[in-house]
């Protein structure tokens, strides 16, 4: 009698055994901590209204400053967290003007060539350093310029700050012109450096979508 309860308590003791096996191997595995929600992708749309390009050449002779409009539609939008970007800034090109006619002439018609490549496009591509979805922000954006019928890598110094839905800021970099394939302005008396300083004064509206 004594063996008998002994086994059936041992028998009931294996049985017990393997359903909390078989259950533990048939569970559902446990459930990932949720990932971290990406940043927020930002728009910066460019208002023409409030920005313009600034060039400035030097020579032996003078120091040439000049201005372009910017197209409308123009805007960068980049992710804060991985620094990626895209969109599109375009000038025009045609717009371009010094206080001198006679050189602003010649500029659109033989150096430009603005007739043929009426328009000049900056496209991002990659922000290097941290970029502020509030506030101020200071990095290099690499992208491609569109010039004259031909594409160039370039990098900017850009300085932005955000407020709100709004925001304003600057991008330098250096176009080297004759590199680039563009004719030289130069001649017999006038030498003219082969890089012209560029500034885009932007501002305009800030969204932000995931």
Not at 34 to 42: D, F, K, L, M, R
Not at 60 to 75: E, N, P, R
Not at 147 to 162: K, M, N, P, T, Y
Request: charged share 20%; net charge negative.
């Amino acid at each position: 009698m004594q063996v008998s309860s002994w086994r059936s308590a041992l028998g009931t003791a294996c049985g017990i055994l393997g359903i909390a096996v078989f259950l533990s191997a048939t569970a559902a595995p446990p459930r990932p901590q949720a990932t971290q929600v990406s940043a927020q992708e930002v728009t910066l749309e460019v208002d023409p209204s409030q920005s313009k390009v600034h060039f400035v050449v030097e020579s032996t002779l003078h120091t040439v400053h000049g201005t372009f409009a910017l197209k409308k539609g123009s805007l960068v939008h980049f992710d804060p967290e991985s620094g990626k970007a895209g969109g599109e800034i375009a000038v025009y090109a045609t717009s371009g003007e010094s206080g001198n006619s006679s050189r602003d002439e010649r500029m659109h018609k033989e150096i430009l060539e603005t007739a043929k490549y009426p328009d000049a496009i900056f496209r991002p591509k990659q922000i290097e350093g941290k970029a502020s979805r509030d506030g101020a922000s200071d990095v290099k954006l690499h992208g491609v310029m569109l010039l004259h019928g031909s594409e160039h890598e370039v990098v900017a110094l850009v300085h932005a700050e955000v407020a709100g839905d709004h925001w304003k800021g600057t991008a330098k970099f250096e176009v080297p012109y004759i590199q680039w394939g563009i004719k030289d302005p130069s001649n017999w008396l006038l030498k003219v450096k082969p890089v012209v300083n560029v500034e885009l004064d932007m501002a305009g509206l800030a969204t932000s979508v995931k």
